[in-house]
């Protein structure tokens, strides 16, 4: 099983490297600019690439990062929060650039990588995990702010949707993934569930695709999430 996970260095990225890896995957773990918790892992299936996804790569840049011509799934984790919720995400605080750099990362991001890795995934009739956030949910929006990390998230799950419809005849399945508040760097350690928990979860779900809908929209305890 050939995996391509970005933002694998750390966090929730990390978590689903060493879970596909535990499971006998081949695993192309993207990052960044710093390898960090990558560095620790030692396992001949493990290959990092470094892949900034604001960037645009050409196919050469495919072909000499050495990925498979077969991708079995990519999840697209890579993400950023942002500025501060109180201080830099209000109504009278986000600013535009703010709002374009983290729906540059967390959308345009995705759709990029999808772009460049899409013939390897329809030869392998693979899968695509969209990692998004509840907080990216109107319905469930009750509270307001967040703006930039919000509509972010929010444009993700749309694009993913359509990604689902599109890729459909080629028999490369969808599904936008809520990892839930997980205690990680973003969160400040702060969250409800481990890194553990949540990628076991959605391990699961990515599993049992083919019980959803096309582009759904599932928490990694499951269960729908209004969009």
């Known amino acids: 099983m050939n995996v391509v996970i970005t933002g694998a260095a750390r966090g929730i990225g990390l978590g689903f490297v060493e879970h596909y890896l535990s499971i006998g995957a081949t695993v192309w773990a993207c990052y960044r600019s710093d390898k960090s ?23 050469g840049f495919i072909k000499t990062s050495a990925f498979p011509d077969l991708i079995d799934l990519l999840i697209n984790n890579a993400g950023v929060y942002g500025p501060d919720k109180e201080t830099g995400q209000s109504l009278d605080t986000v600013t535009p650039d703010d709002m374009l750099r983290l729906l540059d990362v967390n959308c345009v991001g ?38 930039a990390y919000r509509a972010s998230k929010s444009c993700l799950i749309s694009v993913s949707k359509s ?14 993934l809520h990892p839930g508040w997980v205690r990680t760097d973003m969160t400040q350690h702060s969250g409800l569930i481990d890194v553990e ?24 305890d499951g269960k729908c999430i209004p969009y």
């Open 37 to 59: 918790g990558l560095n620790r892992l030692g396992s001949d299936r493990l290959k990092t690439v470094q892949w900034d996804v604001t960037k645009e790569k050409d196919n």
């Open 197 to 220: 928990s949540s990628v076991k979860g959605m391990a699961g779900i990515i599993d049992n695709i083919d019980h959803y809908s096309p582009g759904a929209f599932i928490a990694f």
């Open 110 to 147: 995705p759709l990029r990588v999808v772009q460049r890795l899409k013939s390897r995934l329809i030869s392998a009739k693979g899968k695509i995990a969209n990692i998004s956030s509840k907080m990216g949910s109107c319905e469930d929006n009750t509270s307001g702010g967040c703006y």
């Open 163 to 176: 990604m689902a419809i599109d890729l459909s005849p080629y028999d490369v399945r969808v599904i936008t």
